[in-house]
C-alpha cells in the first residue's frame, strides 16, 4: 500500500444534487453533513439504526422492543431485540408483491448462455425449493449447505433455506471433497445443495462427485439437492423437482409449486455460517444473523455504493466469500438486481467482464485489486473497446491497493467519473468497517473512513489511538452485522477478538489515518520486522509492481539470525520479460528507494503464480511456510494449487 502524497489529489467530487441515498437519508433525518451524519451515527447507534430500518423500509412482522441490547457484555450485543422478521421476506416477498415484473437475478455461463430471473419468478422458484427442503425434513434451525457456482439457483437456495428459518452454509465452489465434508460436519448439516457442475476455462468441473464424495463422509446429510447445469447442455430443461431417489432430488430452475409462507423468526435467529480458513486448526463457523446482517448490508448497498430500485449490481464474487451473500442481500434488500457471472474472468480472453458490464448493462461494479492487477495485463485495449457507460459506481474490497492499478481502474475502466468505493471488512464482521461514501471527494486508495455507525480507530501497541502512523485496527462498539460467535466456539471468538483490549475488536489488519484519509496496509499477522522495524508487505509490494517488468508480487518475512527477519519477496514477471541476475538487482534497488536501505530485500525469487484464493487473496502464509517448509494450515481456498509448487520451485 503506498503512503499518501502530495502528488495523490482529490480525483473525484460528488455532484451533491440530491440523489444519492444517502442524501435524501440526511434530508429525511435533518442532517446537514455527512461529517454530522457520521459522527452522530457513531455517537448514537441506536437511533441511526432505527432510523435505517425505516428508511430501507425492511419488514419486521413483529416489531422490536429494542435496537441494542449489551447486557451480556459488548462481544454478545443483541439487536432488534423482541423483534422478528426474515431475510427472504425483505429480499424477495415483498418485491414479488410491489415489482413482481422486475428483473431479481441476471446471469451469464462461460458458454455464453444467459437468463434473467423477475422477482415474481423468484419467489415461485423460491416457495419451489423451500417446499422440496420441507418435505426432505428440513425445518428451523437446520444447516443446509450451498455448494453451487454463480448459477441463479444460488439466490434461490439460500432464500429459500433462510424462509425456512434454516441455516445455509455458503460453500466455495471450488473447494475438494474434504473441504466441503469438514463444513458440512462442523455444521451438523442435514442437506445439501450441488450442481451437476459447472464451466470453468472451456473444461467442465464435475462438481456432483465432489458432492457426493463429501456427503458421504458426513453422517447427518440425509438429502442431497442437484441443480442440472450441465444437464440443461445436453438435454435441456425438464420440470422436475422430486425424484423416488431417497437421497438425491434434482432441481430445475424453470419449475414453481404452491406458495410456502416466510417463517418469521427472532432477529438474532442464525441465518448463515460463513466459514473462514484457519492458519492452524479447523475453518472456523461465523455465525450471522437475520436482523443484523440484512440491516448491515441493505444500508451499505445503499449508502456506500449507492444500489436502489433499476440498478444492476455485480460483484466478482463466489458465494463461499462474504462478498457473495453480501452482493446477492445488498442486491435484493433495495429491490436491485444481482448480476452473477459464472466463470473466469478473462475466459476466453481478456474482455470478457467488459463484455459482460457491456451486455448486462451493469451499473454498480465490484472487483479485487488482485483481479485489477491481472486484467491490466492485457492493456487498455479490452476495456476501450466496450461501452461501459452504464458504470456509474466502482467497488473494491480484498486487499490494499497500489497506486497505478488503481488509477487504471478509475480512468480506463470508470472513465475518471465513477467513484472507486475502496470498502474494507471481513468474513467475522459481516460488513464493512471502513468506505468511502459517494458524496465525499476522494483521493487515490483511500478507504475514506469510518462507515456510518462503525466506531472504529487505530490503536498502538499500547491500545493508545494515533494519527499519522501504521497501527491496529480497532472498533470500540458493537454493530448490527458482526458475527454472533464462532459456531461451536465461543471461547475462540474471544480469544481472537477481543483478548487483546477489553471491549475492543481487534481485527487483525494494519491502518492508518494520514491527512483525515484511511489506508489499509495488510494483514497483521502478515507484518514483516526487520531489525526491530514493522512493516507491511503491501507496502513492500506496491514498490515491486511500480517496475514495469513485475505483474505481480507478494513479500514475506522469513527468520534471520542477525536481523530478527530478513525480507523476500516473490515476483511474477510481466508477459515477454525474462528473469535474471541484472533484473533481480534492480527490483532490490526499486524497494530500497521507495522504502529505504534498511528494507532491503534479501532475496527477490520469480516465479510462474502466487498462491491466491477464488477470490483473488494472496495467500502470504502459504508462501512463508511453503518457503520455510512448515505447516501451512487451511489450503482448502486455494483457486490453484500447483500455485504452491511454483513457489518452491521459485527461482
Same mark, same amino acid.
Given at each position: 500500500?503506498?503512503?499518501?502524497?502530495?502528488?495523490?489529489?482529490?480525483?473525484?467530487?460528488?455532484?451533491?444534487?440530491?440523489?444519492?441515498?444517502?442524501?435524501?437519508?440526511?434530508?429525511?433525518?435533518?442532517?446537514?453533513?455527512?461529517?454530522?451524519?457520521?459522527?452522530?451515527?457513531?455517537?448514537?447507534?441506536?437511533?441511526?439504526?432505527?432510523?435505517?430500518?425505516?428508511?430501507?423500509?425492511?419488514?419486521?412482522?413483529?416489531?422490536?422492543?429494542?435496537?441494542?441490547?449489551?447486557?451480556?457484555?459488548?462481544?454478545?450485543?443483541?439487536?432488534?431485540?423482541?423483534?422478528?422478521?426474515?431475510?427472504?421476506?425483505?429480499?424477495?416477498?415483498?418485491?414479488?408483491?410491489?415489482?413482481?415484473?422486475?428483473?431479481?437475478?441476471?446471469?451469464?455461463?462461460?458458454?455464453?448462455?444467459?437468463?434473467?430471473?423477475? %422477482?415474481?419468478?423468484?419467489?415461485?422458484?423460491?416457495?419451489?425449493?423451500?417446499?422440496?427442503?420441507?418435505?426432505?425434513?428440513?425445518?428451523?434451525?437446520?444447516?443446509?449447505?450451498?455448494?453451487?457456482?454463480?448459477?441463479?439457483?444460488?439466490?434461490?437456495?439460500?432464500?429459500?433455506?433462510?424462509?425456512?428459518?434454516?441455516?445455509?452454509?455458503?460453500?466455495?465452489?471450488?473447494?475438494?471433497?474434504?473441504?466441503?465434508?469438514?463444513?458440512?460436519?462442523?455444521?451438523?448439516?442435514?442437506?445439501?445443495?450441488?450442481?451437476?457442475?459447472?464451466?470453468?476455462?472451456?473444461?467442465?468441473?464435475?462438481?456432483?462427485?465432489?458432492?457426493?464424495?463429501?456427503?458421504?463422509?458426513?453422517?447427518?446429510?440425509?438429502?442431497?439437492?442437484?441443480?442440472?447445469?450441465?444437464?440443461?447442455?445436453?438435454?435441456?430443461?425438464?420440470?422436475?423437482?422430486d425424484d423416488p431417489n431417497p437421497y438425491e432430488a434434482l432441481l430445475y430452475p424453470d419449475h414453481t409449486g404452491e406458495e410456502v409462507p416466510t417463517r418469521?423468526?427472532?432477529?438474532?435467529h442464525a441465518l448463515f455460517l460463513a466459514y473462514t480458513s484457519g492458519t492452524t486448526g479447523p475453518p472456523k463457523g461465523s455465525v450471522h444473523v437475520h436482523?443484523?446482517?440484512?440491516?448491515?448490508?441493505?444500508?451499505?448497498?445503499?449508502?456506500?455504493?449507492?444500489?436502489?430500485?433499476?440498478?444492476?449490481?455485480?460483484?466478482?464474487?463466489?458465494?463461499?466469500?462474504?462478498?457473495?451473500?453480501?452482493?446477492?442481500?445488498?442486491?435484493?434488500?433495495?429491490?436491485?438486481?444481482?448480476?452473477?457471472?459464472?466463470?473466469?474472468?478473462?475466459?476466453?480472453?481478456?474482455?470478457?467482464?467488459?463484455?459482460?458490464?457491456?451486455?448486462?448493462?451493469?451499473?454498480?461494479?465490484?472487483?479485487?485489486?488482485?483481479?485489477?492487477?491481472?486484467?491490466?495485463?492485457?492493456?487498455?485495449?479490452?476495456?476501450?473497446?466496450?461501452?461501459?457507460?452504464?458504470?456509474?459506481?466502482?467497488?473494491?474490497?480484498?486487499?490494499?491497493?497500489?497506486?497505478?492499478?488503481?488509477?487504471?481502474?478509475?480512468?480506463?475502466?470508470?472513465?475518471?467519473?465513477?467513484?472507486?468505493?475502496?470498502?474494507?471488512?471481513?468474513?467475522?464482521?459481516?460488513?464493512?468497517?471502513?468506505?468511502?461514501?459517494?458524496?465525499?471527494?476522494?483521493?487515490?486508495?483511500?478507504?475514506?473512513?469510518?462507515?456510518?455507525?462503525?466506531?472504529?480507530?487505530?490503536?498502538?501497541?499500547?491500545?493508545?489511538?494515533?494519527?499519522?502512523?501504521?497501527?491496529?485496527?480497532?472498533?470500540?462498539?458493537?454493530?448490527?452485522?458482526?458475527?454472533?460467535?464462532?459456531?461451536?466456539?465461543?471461547?475462540? %471468538?474471544?480469544?481472537?477478538?477481543?483478548?487483546?483490549?477489553?471491549?475492543?475488536?481487534?481485527?487483525?489488519?494494519?491502518?492508518?489515518?494520514?491527512?483525515?484519509?484511511?489506508?489499509?496496509?495488510?494483514?497483521?499477522?502478515?507484518?514483516?520486522?526487520?531489525?526491530?522495524?514493522?512493516?507491511?508487505?503491501?507496502?513492500?509490494?506496491?514498490?515491486?509492481?511500480?517496475?514495469?517488468?513485475?505483474?505481480?508480487?507478494?513479500?514475506?518475512?522469513?527468520?534471520?539470525?542477525?536481523?530478527?527477519?530478513?525480507?523476500?519477496?516473490?515476483?511474477?514477471?510481466?508477459?515477454?520479460?525474462?528473469?535474471?541476475?541484472?533484473?533481480?538487482?534492480?527490483?532490490?534497488?526499486?524497494?530500497?528507494?521507495?522504502?529505504?536501505?534498511?528494507?532491503?530485500?534479501?532475496?527477490?525469487?520469480?516465479?510462474?503464480?502466487?498462491?491466491?484464493?477464488?477470490?483473488?487473496?494472496?495467500?502470504?502464509?502459504?508462501?512463508?511456510?511453503?518457503?520455510?517448509?512448515?505447516?501451512?494450515?487451511?489450503?482448502?481456498?486455494?483457486?490453484?494449487?500447483?500455485?504452491?509448487?511454483?513457489?518452491?520451485?521459485?527461482?
Amino acid at each position: 500500500m503506498e503512503r499518501p502524497v502530495e502528488d495523490h489529489p482529490v480525483v473525484w467530487r460528488p455532484p451533491l444534487d440530491g440523489t444519492t441515498n444517502v442524501e435524501r437519508f440526511m434530508a429525511a433525518e435533518g442532517i446537514a453533513s455527512f461529517d454530522e451524519l457520521s459522527a452522530r451515527s457513531v455517537a448514537e447507534p441506536e437511533w441511526f439504526w432505527d432510523a435505517v430500518v425505516r428508511f430501507l423500509g425492511l419488514p419486521f412482522a413483529t416489531p422490536y422492543t429494542a435496537v441494542l441490547d449489551t447486557r451480556a457484555g459488548i462481544a454478545w450485543s443483541r439487536w432488534f431485540t423482541g423483534g422478528t422478521t426474515n431475510l427472504a421476506a425483505a429480499c424477495v416477498d415483498r418485491w414479488a408483491a410491489a415489482t413482481p415484473s422486475a428483473i431479481a437475478v441476471v446471469w451469464e455461463g462461460e458458454d455464453g448462455e444467459s437468463r434473467e430471473v423477475t %422477482y415474481a419468478a423468484l419467489a415461485g422458484q423460491v416457495d419451489a425449493v423451500a417446499d422440496l427442503l420441507a418435505r426432505r425434513g428440513v425445518g428451523e434451525g437446520d444447516a443446509v449447505g450451498i455448494f453451487l457456482p454463480m448459477v441463479p439457483e444460488v439466490v434461490v437456495a439460500a432464500m429459500a433455506v433462510a424462509k425456512l428459518g434454516a441455516i445455509f452454509l455458503p460453500i466455495f465452489s471450488g473447494y475438494g471433497a474434504d473441504a466441503v465434508a469438514v463444513r458440512l460436519a462442523d455444521a451438523g448439516a442435514k442437506a445439501l445443495v450441488t450442481a451437476d457442475g459447472f464451466l470453468r476455462r472451456g473444461a467442465r468441473v464435475p462438481m456432483q462427485d465432489t458432492a457426493r464424495a463429501a456427503a458421504a463422509a458426513v453422517a447427518t446429510v440425509e438429502t442431497v439437492v442437484v441443480v442440472p447445469r450441465l444437464g440443461r447442455l445436453d438435454e435441456g430443461a425438464t420440470v422436475l423437482v422430486d425424484d423416488p431417489n431417497p437421497y438425491e432430488a434434482l432441481l430445475y430452475p424453470d419449475h414453481t409449486g404452491e406458495e410456502v409462507p416466510t417463517r418469521p423468526v427472532d432477529s438474532e435467529h442464525a441465518l448463515f455460517l460463513a466459514y473462514t480458513s484457519g492458519t492452524t486448526g479447523p475453518p472456523k463457523g461465523s455465525v450471522h444473523v437475520h436482523g443484523g446482517f440484512l440491516a448491515k448490508i441493505a444500508e451499505e448497498a445503499a449508502f456506500q455504493l449507492d444500489v436502489s430500485a433499476g440498478d444492476r449490481l455485480f460483484w466478482f464474487a463466489d458465494f463461499g466469500w462474504i462478498m457473495g451473500p453480501w452482493e446477492i442481500v445488498g442486491a435484493l434488500a433495495n429491490g436491485a438486481t444481482v448480476c452473477l457471472y459464472e466463470g473466469a474472468p478473462d475466459w476466453p480472453g481478456p474482455g470478457r467482464v467488459w463484455d459482460y458490464v457491456e451486455r448486462h448493462r451493469v451499473t454498480v461494479l465490484g472487483i479485487s485489486p488482485t483481479l485489477i492487477r491481472a486484467l491490466m495485463a492485457a492493456g487498455e485495449e479490452p476495456v476501450r473497446s466496450h461501452d461501459l457507460s452504464t458504470l456509474r459506481i466502482l467497488g473494491s474490497t480484498g486487499e490494499p491497493w497500489n497506486l497505478e492499478p488503481w488509477r487504471w481502474f478509475f480512468e480506463v475502466v470508470g472513465g475518471s467519473r465513477c467513484p472507486v468505493i475502496n470498502i474494507s471488512g471481513g468474513t467475522e464482521v459481516g460488513a464493512c468497517f471502513l468506505s468511502p461514501h459517494p458524496v465525499q471527494p476522494l483521493t487515490p486508495m483511500t478507504l475514506g473512513g469510518p462507515a456510518l455507525g462503525m466506531a472504529v480507530d487505530v490503536f498502538d501497541e499500547d491500545g493508545r489511538p494515533v494519527r499519522e502512523q501504521v497501527g491496529e485496527l480497532v472498533c470500540t462498539k458493537p454493530w448490527p452485522g458482526m458475527t454472533r460467535g464462532l459456531w461451536k466456539a465461543p471461547e475462540r %471468538y474471544l480469544a481472537t477478538y477481543w483478548s487483546r483490549w477489553r471491549d475492543v475488536w481487534v481485527h487483525g489488519d494494519w491502518a492508518s489515518i494520514e491527512g483525515g484519509q484511511w489506508y489499509l496496509h495488510g494483514r497483521s499477522d502478515d507484518t514483516i520486522k526487520v531489525a526491530g522495524k514493522r512493516l507491511g508487505p503491501a507496502e513492500v509490494e506496491s514498490a515491486l509492481v511500480s517496475h514495469p517488468a513485475v505483474r505481480e508480487a507478494a513479500a514475506i518475512g522469513v527468520p534471520d539470525e542477525v536481523k530478527g527477519e530478513a525480507l523476500w519477496a516473490y515476483v511474477v514477471l510481466a508477459a515477454g520479460t525474462e528473469p535474471g541476475e541484472a533484473l533481480r538487482a534492480e527490483l532490490v534497488d526499486v524497494v530500497s528507494e521507495h522504502l529505504g536501505r534498511s528494507f532491503r530485500p534479501s532475496a527477490v525469487r520469480f516465479v510462474a503464480a502466487l498462491p491466491k484464493t477464488r477470490s483473488a487473496k494472496v495467500l502470504r502464509r502459504a508462501i512463508r511456510a511453503t518457503a520455510l517448509g512448515t505447516d501451512p494450515g487451511d489450503l482448502s481456498s486455494l483457486e490453484d494449487p500447483a500455485a504452491v509448487d511454483a513457489i518452491r520451485d521459485a527461482r
